[in-house]
């Protein structure tokens, strides 16, 4: 049937309106949830890649390349001895000997934590126990 009135030409423009101000609901979630699942995708090729040069360069033979790591994880390893035993028995030898020693005190900051964190895979923790939560861990 023809719109002789022209009133059904300006409820279409007017509902045309309303979609781009109102957009449906299932779509703006479909497009989030491709938007979501883009970015887990993209953070899951980021793991495999970086998994698989730390792969390589464990098997490398070179002490300079295969290295890195282990020395990185020993300056952690004396940072913590320092910070938790040796920087202590200090303190209470030169507290028992009544001495006027000052033992400097090293700190760790959150650069440290977040590198013994990286080097030890404890980053990934919590997400690897949600994942066997949803029961969507492989």
């Not at 609901?25 to 899951?44: G, M, W």
């Not at 009544?98 to 760790?108: E, F, G, N, Q």
């Amino acid at each position: 049937m023809a719109d002789l009135t022209g009133i059904g030409s300006i409820f279409d423009f007017g509902t045309a309106i309303i979609n781009r101000i109102w957009p449906d609901a299932q779509e703006a979630e479909k497009a989030k949830l491709s938007v979501l699942l883009a970015e887990i995708d993209a953070a899951h090729r980021e793991r495999v890649a970086q998994i698989e040069t730390n792969t390589a360069q464990a098997q490398n033979q070179s002490l300079f390349v295969s290295g890195a790591r282990p020395a990185l994880l020993w300056c952690c390893v004396l940072i913590f001895f320092y910070s938790y035993i040796l920087y202590p028995t200090a303190v209470f030898v030169v507290a028992l000997c009544d001495a006027s020693l000052i033992v400097p005190k090293l700190t760790l900051d959150e650069a440290v934590w977040n590198l013994i964190f990286g080097l030890l895979g404890l980053g990934l923790i919590g997400a690897r126990s949600i994942e066997k939560i949803k029961g969507v861990a492989k």
